[in-house]
């Protein structure tokens, strides 16, 4: 609830940033973000870059599941097209495409064509809804990583040996530094999420969550099931893609074995401890999934240093810790982090009357 | 002539040599920091939680010894889970959070290795070791920052295809894991098989680890082969292989390459399930720890096992595994050292110069005799049999050169 905010017109309320809240805090992350690409070491440069292209393929699982209320276990199997197809692309459209100019061709290719398999994969959800779809999902990425082994396909994507990576040319400017990369990265990311706002608000937007919400009700309202669902697909598939096309550019090599079913875990499970169907619910989640890890591993080498034995403890604890907080959300906190922020906001405006 | 920072730094340099002391001319750090990854969890745990140890013992060894230049050396290591991306990702927070300071890598796979080797660029480069032998690394040119400590995979399967030739051998089957590791040697060991007028009667894939031993050896016995090369297996698979060979009554001989040539291993798999071992050879690079007579090296390293693993398994014996490892730590730290007295920088590209320059150096005992770097490789090695009766690899060939 937000208090001393009075609209006067429809437009004003339709908008993205609707309050002067929304408007200082995006402002104020873009200002941060640009200090934080310029002046941020090295090491937080690159957990942050990690964050960013996990982010963008969140925010499509949450178009998907987190608006649209259909579940996947398969999107890992959209960020390997992504990277692969824009390394295939660029290597193929090399010395008949300015170098320059690359990036704008393949990405936008490679992103098309994961949208187009989303589309495939999502045929099944017109049928099955739930543990079902999960499972029909899952098989798209164990399909996706087998092709790309395949030896037929070898000779473009490396087969299981993995392949390099070519280095992003803007208009002239390689981005072969993990500092221009996060610009690059940052830049992308704040547009993928600025794009979901906004969509949300759109008459596809709407139908999404009327699908999600009831399902026959929005068939029944005149919501074309088949065109939304297959949309959500296209849609999500498309930001995952997206997301592959950054980590190709972001690491010198990809093998397939980096696109399988943990990633696709790992993109659910950051949406549930962020909070399913919010805006920010991805930003909160990647935080958590990529941080935990590492503040486990700062926490202990204070504790422990860096030896061989302090490692071994280390290694399962960040699983089970992992493991923890997924369990402990779902339970106590099924709305995720989203929730408890909204709460700590309430109880700041409300402040000091009431909590809660 | 104008004395710019170059001309300062080579007759400085110069200048250092014939003194004879050796200095540094770059600020010198506190600490020298060497990074590793190793599989502490997933299907190589066993190894990796064999050869952590080694590293604790390397750090105390080489800083006894002064270091570089003088300067001590610290390890930061962490675990992969035998994952590539994960060790990939060390990597690079180890290079975001050390900086400059971080002399060197080592990595524990050769999907590690493939997947930094692009990596290694301008800034980012570091001289990387690791646990493989991989034979695309083992080329200057392409990999010139990575090394081995020992043969390739390749030379290893020459190696035993030539010592199945010796015996008479005529029909050959490759079993490997379904990894990296695993898939290096086969296309090379096919052409050489066909260069010695060996037949490939069989190349049969299998899970690196729970692989399904019963389809497998049934493959075997139906391809009729009288020779099989085993590779790309650490703990397990290898052992099974053998024994389901051995019930179903095959007189297949086996072979194995480096990785499946621990005594440790040997050892547990003859006391669990009887002496089916017996026969079994395989190609290894370094001498194992119990012929320690010639090897002064290995004999500090007795030393210090007893001192600092008193009351654990690793008091009197030190693991192939924990060996390679070493080796791989001495060559780094000779580069690095090498480097320091010549009054280099120790930048990568002068580390990798000095690295490939090693050339007649005495190891101390790893090795038979003096070894020299070449494509970045140390091609010696010797073929070793088990004996499950006094439960030790003892050499079957000479020391060769490849």
């Known amino acids: 609830m937000i208090n001393a905010n009075l609209k006067s017109s429809y437009a004003a309320d339709e908008r993205v940033l609707n309050n002067r809240y929304k408007q200082a805090f995006v402002y104020g992350s873009i200002l941060a973000l640009a200090l934080f690409t310029l002046f941020g070491n090295d090491y937080l440069i690159l957990i942050a870059s990690q964050m960013g292209i996990l982010l963008i393929a969140v925010v499509g699982i949450n178009i998907l599941t987190g608006y649209t209320g259909l ?69 798209a990425n164990f399909i996706v990583i087998f092709l790309i082994e395949e030896d037929i396909f070898a000779p473009w994507t490396g087969g299981m040996v993995g392949i390099n990576t070519n280095v992003p040319n803007l208009l002239g400017w390689e981005l072969d530094t993990k500092r221009e990369m996060f610009g690059l990265i940052a830049v992308v990311g704040l547009v993928s999420l600025l794009a979901a706002q906004n969509l949300i608000r759109t008459r ?39 997301a592959g096309a950054l980590f190709a550019y972001f690491y010198a090599r990809i093998l397939p074995e980096q696109f399988e079913l943990a990633l696709s875990l790992n993109l659910v499970a950051a949406l549930i401890i962020g909070g399913m169907g919010r805006t920010m619910g991805p930003v909160f989640g990647v935080i958590i999934v990529v941080m935990v890890p590492e503040v486990i591993k700062v926490l202990f080498g204070a504790l422990a240093g860096d030896s061989a034995g302090a490692g071994q403890l280390r290694a399962p604890l960040q699983q089970i810790a992992f493991g923890v907080l997924l369990v402990l959300f779902l339970l106590k906190e099924p709305l995720g982090i989203n929730q408890i922020v909204d709460r700590i906001l309430r109880a700041a405006n409300r402040w000091p009357f009431a909590r809660g | 002539m104008t004395m710019n920072r170059r001309s300062f730094l080579a007759t400085t340099a110069a200048a250092t040599a014939v003194i004879g002391t050796p200095m540094i001319l770059r600020a010198q750090p506190k600490e020298y920091v060497l990074g590793a990854s190793l599989p502490l969890t997933g299907p190589f745990a066993t190894a990796g939680q064999l050869v952590a140890p080694a590293f604790a013992m390397a750090t105390k060894l080489f800083n006894d010894e002064g270091g570089v230049a003088g300067v001590p050396i610290r390890f930061v290591t962490e675990d992969s889970g035998y994952v590539p991306q994960n060790a990939l990702n060390n990597y690079q927070r180890a290079l975001a959070s050390e900086g400059k300071n971080m002399i060197g890598y080592f990595a524990d796979s050769t999907g590690a290795m493939k997947l930094i080797a692009p990596e290694l660029k301008g800034e980012n480069a570091r001289i990387m070791g690791s646990t493989s032998f991989a034979s695309e690394l083992a080329n200057p040119e392409t990999h010139p920052y990575q ?6 995979y390749q030379s290893q399967f020459d190696i035993l295809l030539q010592n199945i030739k010796n015996e008479g051998g005529q029909k050959v089957a490759f079993i490997f894991s379904n990894t990296e590791f695993g898939r290096d040697p086969i296309e090379h060991g096919r052409k050489t098989a066909e260069a010695l007028g060996l037949e490939v009667v069989l190349e049969e894939s299998t899970k690196a680890e729970g692989a399904d031993i019963p389809t497998h050896v049934t493959k075997l016995a139906q391809s009729g082969a009288d020779h099989c090369i085993l590779q790309g297996y650490v703990t397990g698979v ?8 051995r019930q179903f009554g095959l007189p297949v001989k086996f072979k194995g390459t480096f990785w499946g040539m621990e005594k440790l291993i040997a050892d547990r798999i003859t006391a669990e399930a009887g002496p089916f071992l017996a026969g079994y050879e395989g190609v290894m690079p370094y001498r194992y720890f119990y012929d320690r007579e010639e090897a002064p090296r290995y004999q500090q390293y007795a030393e210090l096992s007893k001192q600092m693993f008193a009351g654990t398994p690793l008091e009197n014996y030190m693991s192939t595994w924990a060996i390679q490892t070493m080796c791989g730590l001495e060559i780094a730290m000779k580069a690095f050292r090498d480097t320091a007295e010549a009054g280099l920088e120790l930048t990568p590209d002068n580390i990798a110069e000095k690295l490939a320059g090693i050339s007649d150096w005495d190891t101390g005992g790893f090795f038979g005799g003096p070894v020299s770097m070449e494509n970045n490789a140390i091609g010696t090695g010797r073929v070793y049999g088990y004996n499950p009766e006094d439960g030790l690899f003892t050499p079957k060939s000479d020391w060769f050169t490849v």
């Open chain 2, 238 to 245: 290898w052992p099974q292989l053998i024994g389901g060979a």
């Open chain 1, 71 to 139: 579940v996947s276990l398969g999107h890992g199997a959209f960020v390997a097209i992504g990277a692969y197809a824009v390394t295939i692309f660029g290597n193929l459209g090399a010395g008949v495409i300015p170098a320059g100019i690359m990036p704008f061709v393949s990405v936008p290719l490679a992103v098309a064509l994961a949208a187009a398999v989303g589309v495939l994969v999502g045929l099944p959800s017109l049928r099955v809804k739930g543990l079902y779809l999960a499972v029909a999902t899952l098989a």
């Open chain 1, 204 to 242: 596809v937007g709407r139908a999404f969550i009327a699908i999600r919400d009831r399902d026959y009700s929005a068939e029944i309202l005149g919501i074309s099931l088949l065109r939304y669902k297959l949309m959500s697909f296209a849609l999500s598939a498309a930001y995952c893609g997206l």
């Open chain 2, 147 to 152: 090394y081995l400590s020992g043969p390739t």
